[in-house]
């Protein structure tokens, strides 16, 4: 089945600093990844949507300044949250759709960030 | 944009069937239901989706109602494993999940 990774899997950080979050298909090509926070006990939250080879489209609320995203190649996005604050603390989430479809979402096992 | 209802909580004895109910009243005619679950502190996990006809998989069964106003996912054995929560999202909105299912598998 479709396999998507995630680095790290849980990371702290001090306030201020920023953190590098890798989404990888690992069997499957996907010129389409996406990407969700979950806060403790509520649901995901889509962030942004990550396309290969050019910008990626936020949800309206999410800073994209704050929330950088990188789609690099057709098995790699990243999210990087810069300047990063305590109310940042989330379970970060990626998704990644097979280009030869169907079209059903495979998840990543998700990042636990801390902030300090 | 296509919208979901879901009980927020279900039990289910070991070894019986789990149905799971979802409406999704606003879908569109096109508009493909799609079925994840989320087991605590990890990703979701797919589990099946469906247009029209009813489906079936090695996890489970959807049944989608003709008017394709709702639709109910089947796990015929459930087990301890299986509990999780339950989410189903419409459409070309399968990326806005709802609040979902708490499914609790009963000894």
């Known amino acids: 089945g479709a396999v998507v990774s995630q680095h790290p899997s849980w990371v702290i950080c001090k306030s201020g600093t920023s953190v590098k979050i890798e989404c990888r298909s690992l069997?499957?090509?996907?010129?389409?990844m996406f990407w969700y926070r979950q806060f403790p006990k509520q649901s995901l939250m889509l962030m942004a949507t990550s396309n290969e080879g050019s910008k990626a489209t936020y949800e309206q609320g999410v800073e994209k300044d704050k929330f950088l995203i990188n789609h690099a190649s057709l098995t790699l996005s990243t999210l990087t949250v810069t300047s990063a604050h305590p109310e940042d603390s989330s379970f970060y989430i990626c998704?990644?759709?097979?280009?030869?479809?169907?079209?059903?979402?495979?998840f990543g096992p998700g990042t636990r960030l801390t902030v300090t | 944009d296509a919208k979901t209802t879901q009980p927020p909580s279900m039990d289910c004895a070991e070894g019986r069937a789990a149905n799971l109910p979802c409406n999704h009243s606003t879908i569109s005619g096109n508009e493909y239901v799609y079925w994840y679950r989320q087991i605590h502190s990890q990703g979701p996990q797919y589990i099946i989706h469906g247009l029209k006809n009813n489906e079936t998989n090695e996890m489970a069964s959807l049944i989608i109602t003709e008017d394709r106003k709702s639709s109910t996912l089947i796990l015929p054995h459930a087990t301890l494993r299986d509990t999780a929560v339950y989410y189903c999202t419409g459409g070309g909105n399968q990326f806005y999940f709802g609040t979902g299912t708490s499914l609790t598998v009963i000894p």
């Open positions: 069997d499957f090509q996907a010129t389409t």
């Open positions: 998704s990644a759709r097979d280009d030869r479809g169907p079209y059903e979402q495979y």
